[in-house]
Structures are given as C-alpha cells and as structure tokens.
C-alpha cells in the first residue's frame, strides 16, 4: 500500500478493518488463483481477456444474497447497530443517515447490476496439488484447472477500470457484529481525524463499508475457500475498460462484461497481460491430464508466457467415479 495516498488508507482501516488487514497481508510474493475448467482457460488465452460475470448467475446465487440479509438484520437491530451509529453521529452529524440512504437507493441495482470476478488467496505447500475444496465444484467430465496468478495487478492503485478487489468475509453473527464494533472503537478513537474531513467523503465510506459488507460476504462454512471479489457496476462505476456482451454460458443466456488484458502504465494500470500475469497452471483430476498439460504449455508458449513447461504442473488428485459413501 505504499502508493496509496495515507489519508485513503486510514480512512480504510476505520471503517473496513478487516479488509485492510487482509489486504496489508499480502505481499509482493503472494499469490491469487482463479479456478476454472480447461476450456476457459483457452478462452483467455485465445481473446486475451477475461469475462466478468453478473452476480446472478455465480455458482450459488446466494452468495450474494447472504450477505445483503446479515447486513439487513444487523440494519434492522437497534441494540446491535446503536454503537456504530453513535459514533458517526459524535463525529459527523448525519454522515450515518447519508451513507444508509445511498446504500438502500443502489441496493436493487447492486443485486442486479453488479459483476464479478472471483479469485482465492494460493499458499504456497497448493503448487502441486490445488485445494481439494475448490476442485470439487468440478463435475465428471470437466477439466478443472487453477490458474495461480500475480498480486501485483489487484493490490496497485487506479481507478483505470473500476473494478475493487475485496476480500470475501466469513462471519457469523457475532463476528459481524464484532466487525462493526471495531470499526465504532476507531471511530471514536479518530474523531478529531474524521471531523476535519469533508462530510460527503466520509458518506462515501460508510456507504462504501455497507456495499461491500454486503457484496463480498459469504455462508461461513465456505471459509476455506479464501475468496477475493473483483467488483464492478457499469451504473455505479462507469468504465470505457469493459466490453458488454450477451452470451450463452452453460445454456443460461446473460450479460458478461469482458476486459480485455491490455496494460496502460499511464493509468497505473500493469501487470495484467499474460506473460506477466500467469505464474502456474495446476491441472485437476483428470484421466487426460498428460495430454491436457501438452496443450496448455503449447497455447501458454503461443501466447508469449515464458518458460511455459515449468508452470504447468498435473495435480495428480484421482478421479473418483462415484462420489464419498
């Protein structure tokens, strides 16, 4: 974070602690991994770009839906809010009455118009193998493949394509309410910091905080998975980056928005371009996994990736033919 303007950073860390203490654990040696099926892989290999899609149409619709009723039932408890609000409204008065009524005007259009794309955090004893958690969103006959990725791209500052990594939060009830009673103590412990800003940029963080409370939270039996969104809304956040599209993917007809990988330094905006961006490729349980492993060092030393026999490694994880039982 050390380009970041230190006023920004603190405003993050009241009133987004969790986020920004997983955000500040990543290192420059970190890695991201997007687990996809084989096929898409080529897709992004061939286009050089990547699809973002609506949150609607995410593997479990409910991952979205989750969050938006824990923030709502926190919302609707004055016993459980009351500390939070007290603490904006000593600070700024009225700042917690603006940044709710942003956050209500743009909920219908968060649920249907926001797009996502979805990474987890890698460790490096995965290199070989993958996370057997995440390979088993993969049906029979599907070629799963991890594509380990560089931070660098999803911790640099722009606002070249408005589109915000977060990490995903798995909280029950009580860590949310522990979340937010962190973020009244350093409220209340930055007053004088927060009352010398201008009041719409403070309502632009609470709002910020509720929005993605509420879009980057899921069930907190998924917590293994180590989820970071990349959000965008083309009604929120309007950017010539991204190309709109109706497509068919899995017979289900939707709009995607694609982004195509090209750097622009100018803008800040680095390190997305294959040959930079890919670091591995881990192929899942398969039966043609030699054969799929030829292929994809093949379209990686195509598409200019460097040393592509060394970053396609085979999991070798069995395919089970009937499930556990």
Known sequence: MEEWDPAIVKLFSIFMPTTFERRFAIKDYSRFVHYTTAAN??????KEEVWFRNARCMN?????ENGMVQLQQWNNDAERNAPLIRALEACIPGVWKDGLRKYHHWLPNLRTQSYVLSVAEHAPDENETGRLALWRAYEKGVVGVAVVVS???????????KAYPSPVAYWTRQ?????FEVVAHRIVANKDFLSKLN????TEMVFLMLLFAAMCSKHTGFHQEREWRVLTNPLLWPSTRFIEQQDIIDGIPQTIYKLPLKNSPNENLTGIELH??????IIGPSSHA?????????KLAERNVPDPHS????????VRATGMG
């Open 175 to 179: 860590q949310l309410d522990d979340e």
């Open 276 to 281: 930079e961006l890919i670091d591995r490729v």
């Open 41 to 46: 892989l080529f897709r992004i290999l061939d």
């Open 60 to 64: 479990d619709h409910r991952d979205i």
């Open 151 to 161: 931070v660098a791209p999803f911790m640099r500052m722009t606002d070249a394509l």
């Open 199 to 202: 009041k719409a940029a403070v």
């Open 290 to 298: 030699g054969a799929i492993r030829d292929a994809i060092v093949a």
């Open 311 to 318: 970053k396609v490694v085979v999991s070798g994880i069995p």
